[in-house]
């Protein structure tokens, strides 16, 4: 299927409802396919520009979805604006599910020893259908033994958690090992194991996801202060374009 883009900061953002892009993965899957799957924030997009080389890493996914509301609302600069969100924690969910019915063969990497160990007990206690050949937690500074594991046990989804920029950089090396749906999903490890709470579906609904973590965790205000820059740059490069 082919899906419209929109170029945000010269990333080009499939224009794609969450239901269109799980029939295309599922598609994917289906067909055996190598597909490597980005869902950006404005915090992925920012450091992409400050970072060449992972900038080059983003470019070469074959799907980059927005999963920040500020990816959405920086597109209503543009002439086409993107339809919805597509968040990362949603698309790993469904996939799980799928992989439930069908079967699938999947590696999970990411993650603390315990959380790992308690998103893996959850798995075989709620998807016991997933055939989950494999896992590692994030805490590693040797890849060799990972690689030689995706490589002999050959996945067909690979979710890797680690966080940007290393669960992309990880993939764009190590995707070739297998043809399968390669995924970073940041901390939806710790999420989906109940040992950080997601925000309620009040604060889903409205697109405010952002503003309960941030009251939860008041931190992270050093990270969520590159949202109000990125919107400014990508006003000012939509205001360039019109000249």
Do not use: C
Not at 20 to 45: G, M, Y
Not at 99 to 122: M, N, R, W
Not at 125 to 140: A, N
Not at 197 to 222: C, G, M, T
């Amino acid at each position: 299927m082919k899906f419209n883009s929109v170029n945000i900061l010269e990333f080009n953002f499939l224009n794609v409802t969450k239901s269109q892009f799980l029939k295309q993965v599922e598609s994917d899957l289906s067909q055996h396919k190598n597909r490597f799957i980005i869902t950006a924030n404005p915090e992925i997009v920012m450091f992409a520009r400050k970072n060449p080389d992972y900038a080059k890493i983003v470019h070469s996914a074959d799907y980059l979805v927005p999963d920040g509301i500020g990816i959405v609302k920086a597109s209503k600069f543009t002439d086409t604006p993107l339809t919805e969100r597509v968040t990362g924690y949603d698309v790993f969910t469904e996939l799980l599910n799928w992989a439930d019915e069908h079967h699938s063969k999947t590696y999970f990497l990411g993650g603390k020893p315990e959380v790992i160990e308690k998103v893996v007990q959850k798995i075989h206690r709620e998807h016991s259908g997933i055939d989950l050949v494999g896992y590692h937690d994030g805490y590693f500074k040797d890849t060799s033994p990972i690689v030689n594991e995706i490589k002999q046990l050959q996945p067909e989804i690979v979710f890797v958690a680690t966080g940007f920029p290393k669960q992309e950089e990880f993939i764009a090396e190590h995707r070739h090992l297998t043809s399968a749906i390669w995924m970073g999903i940041g901390g939806s490890f710790d999420v989906y194991a109940d040992v950080v709470k997601r925000a309620p579906e009040f604060w889903q609904k409205h697109n405010v996801e952002w503003l309960y973590r941030l009251l939860s965790d008041p931190k992270r205000i050093k990270r969520q202060i590159v949202l109000p820059i990125f919107m400014l740059e990508a006003f000012k490069a939509n205001k360039k374009k019109e000249k």
